[in-house]
């Protein structure tokens, strides 16, 4: 599974990479995690020598990587393997309308693309330590409405954020 900084949240779509470290018939495979982070190498055979996995999570805005190594030759036909992004944290977030109800698929952008859920919330696993400007769209009618906000990313905690848009005028 691919999870978070804390060891617990699953990370969707990470790409991760089985690469044997066989000097003759050396090879990579390839996979996806899935909505709750798992991710498998289907009808593939261990390799019977080490070999490392590496899971990345990509955006427009970063890379990061985590991985880990194993030895096939322990003879077991199947392993577990969990992978944590220890050097990341993340973004919970709430998007609100101008009288504090929350906001239905939103799209939050700045800190990869994300939609809020239907009580208005969202996260961004798995971020870079660093400052973001977050920006939440929505489509009223015929008129795309923004609000913005920034966020400061420290290592380890899940930071804060309410993106509340504005009262329009009629």
């Not at 996979?31 to 996995?53: C, I, K």
């Not at 208005?120 to 609000?147: D, H, K, N, S, W």
């Amino acid at each position: 599974v691919c999870r978070s900084f804390d060891g617990q949240t699953p990370v969707p779509g990470c790409m991760v990479n089985l690469r044997t470290a066989a000097v003759v018939f050396a090879r990579t495979t390839v996979t996806q995690s899935d909505a709750n982070g798992r991710y498998s190498f289907s009808n593939q055979r261990l390799p019977d020598a080490p070999f490392q996995v590496e899971a990345r999570r990509e955006s427009e805005d970063f890379v990061l990587t985590t991985a880990s190594d194993g030895d096939g030759a322990l003879g077991s036909g199947q392993i577990t393997l969990d992978l944590a992004f220890v050097e990341a944290g993340s973004v919970a977030g709430l998007v609100v309308d101008a009288n504090g109800q929350p906001v239905t698929s939103a799209t939050v952008q700045g800190a990869g693309n994300v939609n809020s859920g239907a009580d208005g919330r969202f996260i961004a696993p798995v971020l870079p330590a660093g400052v973001y400007l977050l920006t939440a769209r929505r489509i009223m009618g015929t008129v795309a409405v923004e609000t913005q906000a920034f966020v400061t990313v420290t290592v380890g905690q899940t930071s804060a954020v309410t993106l509340a848009f504005p009262r329009l005028a009629m």
